[in-house]
C-alpha cells in the first residue's frame, strides 16, 4: 500500500456492504498483502475501510464515508427533494442517497483527517448534478478536466483532490448503475490486477493511464465494483488542464491552486 496524501485529501473512510462479509474482509485483506488482526476485517480498518458488514436491504456495494465538521449543516447545504436520508442506527452518522440512487455515509470529525490509502470516483449517470450535489454536501469547488472522455470532474478543498465524478459512457461492461469506486493504492497495478483475477475477481477497465495515475476497475467475487491505483505525479494541478466550476464559498482556494500549479 502506498501514501496518497501528496494529492488527495481523503477526508473519508469506506464501508463495504456485501454478502458474506466475513469472507469478503478476509479477501480484500490478502489481496492488498495485509497482515491479518485477530479478526477479519481488522487490518483493513488500519488504512481506512471502517466496516464490512451484510447488506441493509438491497443496497450493497462500496460506501464512502465522508468526515464534516457539522452533519447537520452539511445537510442543511442540500435543495429539498434532492436527497433522502436512511437510519444508520447512529443519528449523528446518516446514509444519505441522491436523486440518482448514489449512496454515501456522513460522519462527524473526531480530530485530524484518517491516514489511509482509499480513494474514490462516482460514476455518475449526469456529472453535472452529481457534481453540484457532492460539492454543496461536503462544501468543496468543483472543477472539471478539459476535453476529458468522460466529463472528469474533482471534488476539491484547497488543491486536493477529495474524490472524482465521472461518466463511464461508452466503455465496455461498464453498463451499470451509478456506483462509487473505491480505489486501492498500490505499488504495480498490473501485478495486483493478476492477483485480483487468479482469485475470483473480474476485470471491467484492464490497466489504462490517465493523467494522474495507472488504474484499473473490477468487479469482486461479490459484484462489488473496485480498483487500484499507482499515482504518477504529486502536483497533479501542473499535469492536468482544468477549469473551475464551483460556486461555494471555496472559489478563491481552488483558482489560486490553478494559478500557482
Known amino acids: 500500500m502506498t501514501d496518497t496524501s501528496g494529492t488527495y485529501l481523503w477526508e473519508s473512510e469506506a464501508e463495504l456492504a456485501t454478502d458474506q462479509p466475513e469472507d469478503a474482509a478476509n479477501y480484500y485483506e490478502w489481496l492488498l498483502g495485509l ?9 483493513l480498518s488500519r488504512i481506512g475501510v471502517t466496516d464490512v458488514r451484510a447488506p441493509e436491504g438491497a443496497r450493497s456495494g462500496w460506501i464512502p464515508v465522508f468526515l464534516v465538521d457539522d452533519v ?5 447545504r442540500l435543495a429539498p427533494g434532492t436527497w433522502s ?3 444508520s442506527g447512529d443519528p449523528d452518522s446518516p446514509y444519505v442517497v441522491d436523486e440518482q440512487g448514489i449512496v454515501v455515509r456522513l460522519r462527524g470529525r473526531g480530530g485530524g483527517t484518517p491516514e489511509n490509502a482509499v480513494a474514490f470516483d462516482c460514476s455518475a449517470l449526469d456529472v453535472a448534478v452529481a457534481a453540484r450535489f457532492y460539492s454543496r454536501l461536503l462544501g468543496l469547488d468543483i472543477v472539471e478536466v478539459v476535453d476529458d472522455t468522460y466529463d472528469m470532474r474533482f471534488l476539491l478543498d484547497a488543491g486536493r483532490i477529495v474524490a472524482g465524478i465521472f461518466q463511464l459512457h461508452g ?7 451509478p456506483a462509487w469506486i473505491t480505489y486501492f493504492e498500490v505499488d504495480s497495478v498490473e501485478e495486483s490486477v493478476t492477483r485480483a483475477v487468479q482469485s475470483g475477481s473480474r476485470v471491467r477497465i484492464p490497466p ?9 476497475v473490477l468487479d469482486d467475487p461479490w459484484g462489488n465494483m ?3 491505483s499507482t499515482l504518477f505525479a504529486e502536483n497533479w494541478l501542473s499535469t492536468v488542464a482544468v477549469r473551475v466550476l464551483s460556486e461555494s464559498s471555496e472559489r478563491g482556494a481552488a483558482e489560486a491552486a490553478l494559478r500557482d500549479a
Not at 35 to 43: I, L, N, Q
Not at 72 to 76: C, F, I, N, S, V
Not at 171 to 177: A, D, G, L
Request: proline content about 8%; aromatic content about 8%.
Open 85 to 87: 436520508r436512511i437510519d
Open 72 to 76: 447537520d449543516a452539511a445537510l442543511g
Open 208 to 216: 489504462v493511464d490517465s493523467p494522474l495515475n495507472r488504474y484499473a
Open 226 to 228: 473496485y480498483g487500484f
Open 171 to 177: 466503455v465496455e461492461r461498464m453498463n451499470r448503475q
Open 35 to 43: 497482515p491479518a488482526g485477530s479478526r477479519p476485517g481488522e487490518a
